[in-house]
């Protein structure tokens, strides 16, 4: 269950970074770690064999993220600092 180079371990044209997930050596195919990220999958696989592992794979992440606008009351990062959009209603006083 290894991936040796970047051809075997699937599509990576479009892939920007890598993960390797280790699995469970009694063979139940169990993921025991994953641990992301690597700048190309010879890096992620070099992290793996440096530590020994032998049964792991090498795969290309991707992050699906769903844009949509922020909302009155979610959590933005503005400016580097995180920052609450307050609620505020007419008429209201505190």
Do not use: N
């Not at 999958?41 to 064999?49: C, L, N, Q, S, V």
């Not at 991707?62 to 505020?88: I, S």
């Amino acid at each position: 269950m290894t991936a040796t180079t970047e051809a075997t371990c699937g599509p990576t044209h479009d892939a920007v970074l890598f993960g390797v997930v280790r699995f469970e050596e009694d063979g139940s195919g169990r993921v025991r770690d994953t641990v992301i990220t690597f700048r190309s999958a010879r890096d992620a696989e070099a992290f793996a064999r440096d530590r020994c592992w032998t049964r792991f794979q090498v795969t290309p992440l991707r992050f699906f993220v769903e844009e949509k606008p922020a909302e009155l009351g979610d959590w933005m990062v503005l400016g580097g600092h995180l920052d609450h959009l307050v609620t505020r209603r007419a008429g209201r006083y505190r």
